[in-house]
């Protein structure tokens, strides 16, 4: 696996965590449980350690704007599709230029002539 691949790899790792670090916050009770509040501490432990790690190979900007886009569309859908939070268009609309910044963030400026 190429340095490349393997910081794809541990981006990926460090969106997923988020994600479910996020997910599960609600199970803490406001950190009065202590098996969810250590799961959820632990997630975004992982995240970031995951994270840092593919900084090693990936511009911050890429990477950044991938994780926190990535994480936040998907905990809203999550949300709304499971967690029986609201949904309308409006948030439709926020998730689509969520994921539309995120692209533009990332476009390939042509190299100069």
Do not use: H
Request: aromatic residues 8%.
């Amino acid at each position: 696996m190429s340095d490349r691949q393997r910081a794809w790899a541990f981006l990926a790792a460090a969106i997923t965590c988020e994600i479910l670090a996020t997910v599960s916050l609600g199970s803490t009770e406001q950190f009065s449980r202590p098996l969810p509040t250590v799961a959820v501490l632990l997630g975004y432990a992982t995240s970031f350690a995951c994270l840092a790690e593919a900084l090693r190979s990936l511009p911050v900007s890429l990477a950044y704007a991938l994780w926190s886009g990535i994480g936040t569309a998907t905990v809203a859908v999550i949300g709304m599709t499971f967690l029986g939070e609201e949904s309308s268009a409006i948030k439709v609309l926020g998730l689509t230029l969520i994921i539309a910044g995120v692209v533009i963030l990332n476009l390939r400026q042509p190299a100069p002539e």
